[in-house]
């Protein structure tokens, strides 16, 4: 009578074989989830942080309030966009910027500025 065997058998191994690749697919498809969300919020912090930029620009007075577009030259696939109207309440002025990334992901920002009065409106522009 053979003695008490040692080892696993062949279907024991088989059989952990498929539980560890089943397992390792599963943690595959949640590292490629997280990457995927890493790159989107990645893309939202620049966009974020290049409409901060122009509307600084637009508050100091370098960005004038009226409707205009460009890029952002050092952020390759990045451009924004601007639209000054009026507001409902007297003496304000509507701002909606609008940040593209290279996916055509949208970022914006709406806000109220004072409208400029005739005296700080430089000749040949339109308040």
Do not use: H, N
């Not at 696993?8 to 949640?30: I, Y």
């Not at 901060?52 to 966009?81: H, N």
């Not at 601007?82 to 509507?94: I, P």
Request: with cysteine.
């Amino acid at each position: 009578m053979p003695g008490p065997s040692r080892g696993f058998t062949l279907v024991e191994l088989l059989v952990a074989t498929v539980l560890l690749a089943v397992g390792l697919a599963g943690v595959q498809a949640a590292v490629a989830s997280c990457m995927g969300a890493l790159g989107r919020a990645d893309g939202y912090r620049t966009a974020s942080l290049l409409a901060e930029q122009k509307m600084s620009e637009l508050w100091t007075g370098q960005l004038p309030p009226q409707t205009a577009e460009g890029d952002f030259p050092d952020y390759e696939g990045y451009r924004w966009s601007l639209v000054v109207s009026d507001s409902e309440q007297e003496g304000l002025q509507d701002v909606l910027l609008t940040v593209v990334g290279p996916d055509e992901r949208q970022f914006q920002v709406a806000t109220l500025i004072l409208a400029p009065t005739a005296a700080q409106t430089p000749a040949g522009e339109a308040p």
